[in-house]
């Protein structure tokens, strides 16, 4: 696979990847939890590319995410941003080829992705309340963290994961920049 043909498909790619996040997912929820295919893709090309192009694409495709899902504008921009920037330091040091770094990077990257959007969620329904927002009245996300953390987050990690185990090796087969120049 040519490695800039990947980097210049991301954008559609993510697109395509929200819209079937907030639609076509929940065909295959497990326990009422939705594989995040936009977060695998950042985190995927976050892996090739580097934690700057990462930090654009999470932007993108948050953005993407919240105009299709209807949540507040820029909630998922800013959760996958974060999930990208811890991802993104050991991007340089770690090889994506060895198994164990895009499985750890699925599982960091998906904690941090959804507890920084609960707290996102919660922090606009807490502000909506205390300015008392007549547009904002009916806002109310009804988030608990630790039942949201048991029931959607962690199993969101191990969904995450397992659907990692099967894009690893596609996402091994893209050359690493040295091995590029080479060939």
Request: charge should be positive; proline fraction near 5%.
């Given at each position: 696979m040519?490695?800039?043909?990947?980097?210049?498909?991301?954008?559609?790619?993510?697109?395509?990847?929200s819209?079937?996040?907030?639609?076509?997912?929940?065909?295959?929820?497990?326990?009422?939890?939705k594989?995040?295919?936009?977060?695998?893709?950042?985190?995927?090309?976050?892996?090739?590319?580097?934690?700057?192009?990462?930090?654009?694409?999470?932007?993108?495709?948050?953005?993407?995410?919240?105009?299709?899902?209807?949540g507040?504008?820029?909630?998922?921009?800013?959760?996958?941003?974060?999930?990208?920037?811890?991802?993104?330091?050991?991007?340089?040091?770690?090889?994506?080829?060895?198994?164990?770094?895009?499985?750890?990077?699925?599982?960091?990257?998906t904690?941090?992705?959804?507890?920084?959007?609960?707290?996102?969620l919660?922090?606009?329904?807490?502000?909506?309340?205390?300015?008392?927002?007549?547009?904002?009245?009916?806002?109310?996300?009804?988030?608990?963290?630790?039942?949201?953390?048991?029931?959607?987050?962690?199993?969101?990690?191990?969904?995450?994961?397992?659907?990692?185990?099967?894009?690893?090796?596609?996402?091994?087969?893209?050359?690493?920049?040295?091995?590029?120049?080479?060939?």
């Open positions: 040519n490695r800039d043909l990947f980097y210049y498909l991301m954008a559609p790619l993510l697109f395509i990847a819209l079937l996040q907030s639609t076509a997912a929940a065909r295959i929820q497990v326990s009422g939890v594989p995040d295919f936009v977060l695998l893709l950042v985190l995927s090309g976050t892996l090739i590319y580097g934690s700057r192009p990462g930090l654009i694409w999470a932007f993108l495709g948050g953005i993407a995410l919240d105009i299709f899902s209807g507040p504008m820029g909630s998922s921009s800013l959760a996958l941003m974060l999930a990208i920037v811890a991802v993104g330091f050991g991007q340089r040091t770690l090889s994506r080829f060895n198994v164990l770094v895009p499985i750890g990077a699925t599982m960091i990257g904690l941090l992705y959804g507890v920084s959007y609960v707290a996102l919660v922090g606009v329904e807490g502000t909506a309340k205390f300015l008392a927002l007549a547009n904002f009245r009916n806002i109310q996300y009804n988030l608990s963290f630790w039942p949201t953390l048991q029931y959607i987050i962690l199993p969101a990690v191990f969904y995450n994961t397992a659907l990692m185990l099967f894009i690893t090796p596609l996402l091994n087969r893209v050359p690493e920049r040295s091995e590029a120049m080479n060939s």
